[in-house]
Structures are given as C-alpha cells and as structure tokens.
C-alpha cells in the first residue's frame, strides 16, 4: 500500500503555483512551502492566517478577488524573529497581535513577544525566569492579557498583560503536565487545560489563579488529545478512540 508521502523534486523552497505530487497521483498546488518546518496556523481574521516558520512569521491572506470575480490566492508577508526561534504561537483578531514565544532556552531565559500587525514590529517583550522553554500561548479575547505555558518540570500557567508587562498570576499545572491551555471566549477568568489530564482553572476575587478538581475521565485508556471552548461554558474533548466528549466547565463532570 502506498503512503500519501510528497514526492518533492527539489530541497528548499518551492513556487506556490508549482504542483506537488503525491504517491497516491493525486496533484495539488500548496499554499506555500518553505524550507523549515511549520507550527500550528492562527486566523487573524476571516481570510488572514499566521503561522511560525523556521525563526519568522508568515502571515497570509488566503484569497483575495481578482478583476475577474475569481477567488484566488495570494502570499502576504513574512516577518523575521526576535528571539531565537518561533514555537508557541497565538493571533488575536480583535487586538491585531501575534504573541509567539521562544521554544527552547538558549543564551538566557526564554521570552515572548508581542507583535502588532498594524506597525509590523515588536511592541513588547518578556523574559520568563528560570523556564526551559515555552510550550503554549493563548490570548484573551476582550483584554490585553494573555496565557502563557512554560515547559518542564513545573509546566507553569502564567497570566501577563502585555500592556503594562505585569504577571498576574501564576500557578503550576505539574500533576497534569500540562501541554495546551485556551481562555475561555465567554469569560477571561476561566481556563482549560490539556495534559495527561484536563483541568480547570479559574481567577478568584483574591486575583489567584486555582485549579479546580481535575476532570476524572470514565475511562483510563482513554486519552484527551485536543479541547476547544464551545458555547453555553462547555469544553469539547477530542480522544484518542475517535470520540467528542462535552465537559461542563461549571461542573466539572461530562454531559
């Protein structure tokens, strides 16, 4: 049986309009490609998209109108680094940021930027102390703050606001090793977390971020491999046995 591997003619970068075959002979144009690996893509808004490349981003708009009343694609631009490479990465359609942060620790600290779509430039920047590195970044819908996730040992949530560079709280997901957090759309105090286990975490009126019980599964061998936030204070969970599961964030419990 044959595996849907690209057979690429040549090493590097490739033209968008260049056709790739895969061993399957189906033929398709890419978007783009570039010589280094990619993470995962943002919106930035309906038809705009960012996504880390190598030690830049690229942001694209994914099809404009041409003359003719034809949908067509169209490359935008590519951004350099600040920081050592790009790994976690977040775009925010309502504040017109990208916060990416750096993967690994190299020279110092690992840090996150702030990046304005509108000047093009890094408006502010943070070192997060005595972290390895920086695994995942989420930003809040409706206030300049966003969630960052540093990596082993103590997978540390941290709240910063970007706008007066300020942590506001902090708090370890370690029991969970945690390797994925989103706001909650509806309510930027509330948070879910995704690691061997999902959990909840939540800003009290004391400004401290506490987790709630961790959500116990009904089945060990079933494994959380992704989460988003969906209407009515609800979190989908997608497993590894091909189920969607709802959790009731209010609760705790599946519905």
Request: glycine share 10%.
């Amino acid at each position: 049986m044959s595996s849907n591997k690209l057979s690429v003619d040549r090493a590097g970068s490739r033209s968008p309009d260049m056709p790739v075959k895969l061993s399957t002979g189906i033929n398709a144009t890419p978007f783009a490609a570039e010589g280094f690996a990619s993470g995962p893509i943002h919106f930035l808004s309906d038809d705009r998209i960012v996504y880390g490349c190598g030690n830049g981003l690229r942001v694209s708009s994914l099809s404009e109108q041409s003359e003719d009343g034809r949908r067509v694609d169209k490359m935008s631009n590519f951004f350099w680094g600040s920081g050592s490479s790009v790994g976690a990465l977040a775009g925010s359609v309502n504040q017109n940021v990208i916060i990416y942060g750096e993967g690994r620790k190299m020279a110092g600290d690992p840090k996150v930027f702030v990046f304005s779509t509108e000047s093009t430039s890094v408006i502010v920047s943070r070192a997060f102390e005595n972290e390895l590195g920086i695994v995942c970044i989420d930003i809040c819908r409706d206030s300049p703050c966003a969630v960052v996730l540093c990596d082993i040992p103590d997978h540390n949530l941290v709240l910063w606001n970007w706008s007066n560079n300020s942590i506001l709280a902090n708090a370890s997901a370690r029991t969970s090793r945690a390797t994925s957090v989103t706001f909650n759309p509806a309510n930027s105090r509330t948070l879910c977390s995704r690691g061997s286990k999902v959990e909840l975490w939540e800003l009290d009126s004391s400004e401290q971020l506490v987790g709630d019980p961790v959500v116990m599964l009904d089945r060990e061998d079933r494994v959380v491999t992704a989460h988003c936030w969906a209407p009515g204070g609800r979190v989908l969970l997608g497993t590894d046995t091909g189920e969607i599961l709802r959790l009731n964030s209010y609760t705790g419990r599946l519905v």
